[in-house]
T-cell receptor, first 112, second 112 residues
Framework: DVKVTQSSRYLVKRTGEKVFLECVQDMDHENMFWYRQDPGLGLRLIYFSYDVKMKEKGDIPEGYSVSREKKERFSLILESASTNQTSMYLC???????????FGSGTRLTVV | KQEVTQIPAALSVPEGENLVLNCSFTDSAIYNLQWFRQDPGKGLTSLLLIQSSQREQTSGRLNASLDKSSGRSTLYIAASQPGDSATYLCAVINTNAGKSTFGDGTTLTVKP
């Protein structure tokens, strides 16, 4: 069964900490995405990557960075966590263009 | 810029009813459209993917249609069950790179 695996289901971090969220897919997908989901705001794209070492900013990249050193792994980095980054973070992967997305199970991050 | 709208935002029906969820989009130049289900606190599970050249897709009690010219898709759920209670989101892939625009979802409650 194909999978997108997010390393943590729940995380609690302190303000100012550097936070790493990891996502691994086993489908050999070129594209990988990081979204955050907040009540009333829907899914918002943070960053996406269409190839190894390639990345593109989404709609809300401020305060985040990403790393894709290998095709199967896409990491989201919160350089200095803040309380307004408390959210559900969702990773997805896909082939380009006419294929659908596969999502991970999400990471609920709380910054205190 | 693509906009995706799902109406209604919430829907409550008695068990056994057939129902239709709506998704509309403003730019008909799409590659595909995908319907997802999301349970509270979980990731998104893909239900159906319709390629831009297709008119509909079926899986069990679910049927999704696509009318690009009018910018609309519907998800038909037959003989609804309490286990169908969830939030249903639609997403259109509208760029060559494979980026999607998501609707805000319809939260469905099926009462026993």
């Amino acid at each position: 069964d194909v999978k997108v695996t997010q390393s943590s289901r729940y995380l609690v971090k302190r303000t100012g900490e550097k936070v790493f969220l990891e996502c691994v897919q086993d489908m050999d997908h070129e594209n990988m995405f990081w979204y955050r989901q907040d009540p009333g705001l829907g899914l918002r794209l943070i960053y996406f990557s269409y190839d190894v070492k390639m990345k593109e900013k989404g709609d809300i990249p401020e305060g985040y960075s990403v790393s894709r050193e290998k095709k199967e792994r896409f990491s989201l980095i919160l350089e200095s966590a803040s309380t307004n980054q408390t959210s559900m973070y969702l990773c997805a992967s896909s082939y380009p263009r006419a294929y659908g997305y596969t999502f991970g199970s999400g990471t609920r991050l709380t910054v205190v | 810029k693509q906009e995706v709208t799902q109406i209604p935002a919430a829907l409550s029906v008695p068990e056994g009813e057939n129902l239709v969820l709506n998704c509309s989009f403003t730019d008909s130049a799409i590659y595909n459209l995908q319907w997802f289900r999301q349970d509270p606190g979980k990731g998104l599970t893909s239900l159906l993917l319709i390629q831009s050249s297709q008119r509909e897709q079926t899986s069990g009690r679910l049927n999704a249609s696509l009318d690009k010219s009018s910018g609309r898709s519907t998800l038909y759920i037959a003989a609804s069950q309490p286990g169908d209670s969830a939030t249903y989101l639609c997403a259109v892939i509208n760029t060559n790179a494979g980026k999607s625009t998501f609707g805000d979802g319809t939260t469905l409650t099926v009462k026993p």
